[in-house]
């Protein structure tokens, strides 16, 4: 048994994927969530395992998904094994319709080895032909996937107990202990739990977490998105379909979301009647069918906007021992096997794959 004790703020995607990492690595590892493990953005998510647009993104944003996009296939196989709950991993591909520069969308695509195939109008109509095509230049990167994330959490979460982690649900965290310059647990309505390594990774709740400890906290804040669900049956959409901002998701048993809305609401996860509409009348305008296809659900989720998209995954500037996680904005999901092993390597010691200054704690 180990000695070192690592506690995770956070039973998130990228929470549960620390917690594994590091329990991996010779840690006991107690995960603490203030709700129920794998409730918040990750379960409210679309899945895709791309960033939406990718040549509009930092290097930095790049890297870590490429890096997630190489470890989903072996990851997603392994929990169905494992677990016997499948997360639906799906290759399928994904439109974009909308009008960035092709010229600038071949020439990220080149600088990062992705491929990205330029659709003609003819082609897009052959490639999904349900689909109304909106004004736009087109393009269909094959290599993106999806997971259904509902299961994907369940798998994990059976996972990473079957792996030793310790979880510890309904318990809210209301600060990091210190001694001097070393963060020696936290603070909870249950009393104190030492640690020898914190890692915050609590989404959109991660800066007051980390406020008030001597340094500038990461600038993550909540942003609202709705989604719908559609029960179609399957066949009717192939791929992935982004159009301007907002897409739409096919998922193995037919169901069809669509997303999303982008909403400063502060921490209120509410659904509410205006974007259900606008959602539904994007969905029906590029595919026609779903304005006969029955609504199957509608919910909220809050995402962990930052200023640029960049994460924070690094250690408090003056507090040994505080690590965060967070700040992944719409990109937590693909972004999340990477961020875990990065900030895993970092707490150990070990060379990490990825460079990690990108990702750098904010100045104060």
């Known amino acids: 048994m180990s000695s070192h004790a690592a506690l995770i703020v956070g039973g998130g995607l990228n929470g549960l994927l620390t917690a594994r990492a590091l329990r991996a690595r010779g840690f006991d590892v107690t995960l603490l969530e203030r709700a129920a493990v794998g409730r ?16 509009r993104f930092a290097d930095a944003v790049t890297r870590l998904a490429g890096r997630s996009q190489a470890l989903w296939p072996g990851l997603t196989a392994m929990l169905a094994e494992r677990t016997g709950i499948d997360p639906e991993y799906r290759p399928g591909g994904m439109v974009v319709v909308d009008r960035d520069d092709p010229d600038e969308v071949a020439a990220w695509a080149r600088r990062h080895g992705v491929r990205v195939q330029p659709l ?84 959109a709740w991660t800066s007051a977490l980390v406020a008030g400890l001597g340094a500038q906290p990461p600038g993550i804040r909540p942003l609202r998105g709705q989604m ?14 982004l159009a301007g901002e907002r897409y739409l998701i096919p998922r193995r048993d037919g169901t069809i979301l669509a997303g999303s809305t982008l909403e400063d609401a502060g921490f209120e996860r509410v659904t509410t009647p205006d974007a259900r509409a606008q959602l539904a009348e994007f969905a029906a305008a590029l595919l026609p069918a779903l304005a006969d296809v029955p609504l199957r659900a509608h919910w909220a989720g809050l995402r962990p906007a930052s200023d640029d998209g960049i994460p924070t995954i690094a250690e408090h500037p003056g507090l040994a021992g505080l690590w965060v996680n967070a700040g992944h904005f719409r990109n937590g999901i693909v972004m999340a096997p990477a961020s875990a092993e990065l900030v895993a390597d970092l707490v150990t010691g070990v060379e990490p794959a990825l460079d990690p200054a990108p990702y750098a704690w904010p100045p104060a």
């Open 120 to 203: 003609a109008h003819s082609h897009l109509t052959e490639c999904e032909p349900c689909i109304a095509a909106p004004p736009g230049h087109a393009w269909l990167l094959p290599d993106v996937a999806s997971v259904r994330n509902p299961r994907l959490l369940r798998a994990l979460k059976a996972l990473a107990v079957g792996e030793g982690v310790t979880l510890r649900e309904h318990v809210a965290v209301s600060g990091i202990a210190r001694d001097g310059t070393h963060a020696i647990g936290v603070d909870t309505a249950e009393g104190r739990i030492a640690g020898d390594v914190v890692v915050v990774c609590a989404g």
């Open 40 to 55: 918040e953005a990750s379960w409210a998510g679309g899945g895709i395992l791309s960033p939406l647009h990718p040549w």
């Open 228 to 241: 719908l669900a559609f029960a179609a049956d399957p066949g009717l959409l192939g791929h992935i379909v």
